[in-house]
């Protein structure tokens, strides 16, 4: 079985999406191609800074213009062969890509709810071309039942057609970790003893702007003992969001490497995570999973992956925001009862059962 899968995503730093692929393209039970810009190859290297996929011809070119020219080349060459099976993992299949059967993985409809979260042109592109991906797949994976019925929803398909499949985390490298062995990034980052941590871009999406609002509400020595870090990319429409940062000295680490943030999240006293709207959420399995107490959101995706074991907050309101992280920093035996629950509840959540559940899903489609 000949199975394609568009490797763009894993051209970038290896967060989102290209995450995703990685980790179940590495547990695939059989060999994936790796198609790009109509360069297709069958290595996958390990995760590193710009990228896991290795490309192939034109990592020997050097000038923008030349590689557009190859793969637009190397696509008209490959475009004869026909695969059994094209995976787009990215809502929207790529034109050159000729197969009997094709899977689309939806990880989220926000940008049909909520477009005013996304920048324009990407918009745009969505609006042009998601709802034909939607109906021209044999069979589509979304990441949680609340995505499946938003897919539902917003294109009309058929309940049928969608495949749930929860995402996993690795558990053996997000784990509880001993104080001193992530020591040295508390020394690197300037970190004090105990703060309180988020994970994510910095995007209307993810609820900076009311954080930061709730944070500010805390009692002045709860801030001071509790400093706030954030960890991710800056993302958009950011400024005031940024502005308020720089004012308050908030700590802003930008993007950190996995094995960074591994320890990042052992050495926080407790993760938030406000967010409006998720299709999963990983970032809160990944702090569960390192026993560290989770508040987040009351929406989207969020309950039905954390479960029991998050401390729930309406996103949209700072006060209630404010009023459970300042009940989670003052009551310790609090956070270890939910740090403990967490830790179990991200068991549940496994890479190697995602990854299986994927390719059975293949082996389906191409037999029907």
């Given at each position: ?17 290209g ?36 490309h ?28 059994d ?16 059967k ?34 021209e797949?044999?069979?589509i ?22 495949e ?79 502005q ?16 960074d ?79 403990e ?28």
């Open positions: 079985m000949k199975i394609v899968v568009d490797a763009l995503p894993l051209t970038k730093s290896l967060t989102g999406v995450k995703y692929i990685y980790e179940i393209a590495k547990r695939a039970d059989q060999d994936l191609l790796f198609w790009y810009g109509g360069i297709v190859a069958q290595k996958l290297h390990e995760p590193k800074e710009g990228g896991v996929f290795a192939v011809i034109e990592s020997a070119v050097t000038v923008r213009a030349v590689k557009k020219a190859l793969r637009f080349m190397v696509g008209m060459l490959k475009s004869k062969e026909v695969y099976l094209y995976w787009e993992p990215n809502y929207i299949f790529q034109k050159g890509i000729r197969s009997k094709k899977v689309v993985t939806i990880h989220d409809m926000s940008i049909i709810r909520y477009p005013q979260w996304h920048p324009k042109e990407r918009v745009e592109y969505f609006c042009k071309h998601l709802f034909s991906s939607i109906h797949a044999d069979m994976i979304t990441d949680s039942y609340f995505s499946k019925r938003e897919i539902v929803e917003l294109s009309g398909c058929e309940e049928s057609k969608i749930v499949i929860h995402l996993g985390v690795d558990y053996n490298l997000y784990k509880p970790l001993a104080k001193e062995k992530v020591k040295h990034l508390k020394d690197r980052f300037a970190l004090e003893d105990e703060f309180v941590l988020f994970v994510g871009s910095i995007e209307p999406r993810k609820n900076l702007l009311n954080l930061l609002k709730a944070y500010m509400k805390l009692p002045k020595p709860l801030k001071k003992r509790y400093p706030l870090v954030l960890a991710g990319f800056k993302g958009w429409e950011n400024n005031e969001i940024m308020i940062i720089e004012k308050e000295h908030i700590r802003y680490l930008g993007y950190v490497s996995e094995s943030l591994v320890g990042l999240y052992n050495l926080a006293s407790a993760f938030v995570y406000p967010s409006f709207y998720e299709g999963f959420g990983l970032p809160p399995l990944e702090a569960m999973s390192c026993q560290t107490a989770a508040i987040v959101s009351d929406a989207a995706s969020l309950p039905e992956v954390c479960g029991d074991a998050a401390l729930y907050v309406d996103p949209y309101d700072v006060d209630d925001i404010a009023l459970k992280v300042q009940l989670l920093l003052e009551d310790r035996k609090k956070r270890a009862s939910l740090a629950a967490g830790r179990k509840r991200a068991l549940q959540f496994d890479w190697e059962k995602t990854a299986d559940k994927h390719m059975k899903l293949f082996e389906r489609v191409v037999k029907c």
